[in-house]
């Protein structure tokens, strides 16, 4: 299915403007381009395009609630810079299974301040030697990588557990 169609369906007769979540795994992007998502998905805090063959984010909208963006098991190789102009709010954000090579590539990501979790799993650049080391050094502000934190601890299942716990400790 087209993601066009599919985000129509999605929406099940609401308008851009009230969905705050939006699953597109496995729907079919037409060349690697997102299509038919615009900014009149403002309230959007959870987007989901699990493979769907994109090779790009250029077409990504401005979504400044989104907190998770689920992108796993794409082709995308670059421009990651474009995350954090389009979504500065973006707390986790997944890119295992895409064909990111090196740390140049995930430079652009210091720039999403809010960024806590960020997953990479099945991506080439976890052959890098030093890679977790790596990763936490450039970027200073995310907890967890690939589901754990510096010290080998799991990430909890919910972000919401995670943030009353930094208040009862």
């Known amino acids: 299915m087209e993601m066009k169609k599919r985000i129509n369906l999605e929406l099940r007769n609401q308008a851009p403007e009230e969905v705050t979540e939006l699953v597109l795994d496995n729907c079919k992007s037409s060349n690697g381009e997102i299509e038919g998502l615009n900014d009149s998905f403002k309230e959007l805090e959870f987007l989901s395009m699990a ?9 990504l909208p401005t979504l400044s609630k989104l907190r998770k963006l689920e992108l796993s098991d794409n082709i995308i190789s670059g421009g990651l810079e474009v995350l954090a102009e389009k979504c500065p709010n973006l707390t986790h954000l997944n890119l295992s299974g895409n064909k990111i090579k090196d740390l140049g590539t995930i430079e652009p990501l210091q720039n999403l301040k809010n ?55």
């Open 115 to 169: 960024l806590k979790s960020l997953d990479l799993f099945n991506c080439e650049i976890t052959n890098l030697e030093d890679y977790r080391d790596s990763i936490f050094d450039l970027l200073q502000q995310i907890t967890y990588l690939d589901g754990f934190d510096q010290e080998d601890n799991e990430a909890p299942d919910s972000e919401d557990d995670d943030d009353e716990g930094k208040f009862l400790k």
């Open 51 to 59: 493979n769907v063959q994109l090779t790009s984010l250029a077409k």
